[in-house]
């Protein structure tokens, strides 16, 4: 079964640019998508499609998605943006979700 | 954008079945726009996929689930619905259903559900 890899947690201090990376065997030829889970909340969409924000996420979200890596980068992080990041792929048969990697802003 | 609403038991006995069902509004489920989805999270865990129905009745199913899962609509009530046969301890987590058209957009706020006699 397919699998995607992420650390379990990254720090970013506030003003600054959060990279987080999500790997998978030739991830670049599947669709990424990236949610957002604050504690005691249903996740959030917050780039789909490799790199397309929905309505109503702040553009300091991006997301790129080539080869084997897959990176969610949140500029000018702020506090609000602490929670816990999931990545997920279509392998074709099956929703596969990351494990996640919480964001510390500090 | 669709809303949707968990509602089931909060408590099932070891072996027994658990049973989920998810109201959609804002849409209609037999809308040809939408992968009608659960996902559960155990306590401090990630997000599994269950599985997803189409409004033709087409499933896909988590293969290492899919003995144990059934999903099913009910256009009369505009829902729906997650069976687990045979749940253990390990099936104790929140029980999220969602909507995928381009993605997962649209979630419930999730139901806890804990399996313990």
Known sequence: ?106 | QVQLQESGPGLVKPSQTLSLTCTVSGDSITSKNYWWTWVRQPAGKGLEWIGRIYASGTTNYNPSLRSRVAISLDTSKNQFSLEVTSVTAADTAVYYCAAWEVALADWGRGTLVTVSS
């Open chain 1, 1 to 106: 079964s397919y699998e995607l890899t992420q650390p379990p947690s990254v720090s970013v201090s506030p003003g600054q640019t959060a990279s987080i990376p999500c790997s998978g065997v030739q991830l670049g030829d599947k669709f990424i998508y990236w949610y957002q889970q604050r504690p005691g909340h249903s996740p959030v969409l917050v780039i789909y499609q490799d790199n397309k924000r929905p309505s109503g996420i702040p553009e300091r979200f991006s997301g790129s998605n080539s080869e084997n890596i897959a990176t969610l980068t949140i500029s000018g992080t702020q506090a609000v943006d602490e929670a816990d990041y999931f990545c997920q792929a279509w392998d074709g048969s099956t929703y596969v979700f990351g494990p996640g990697t919480k964001l510390t802003v500090l």
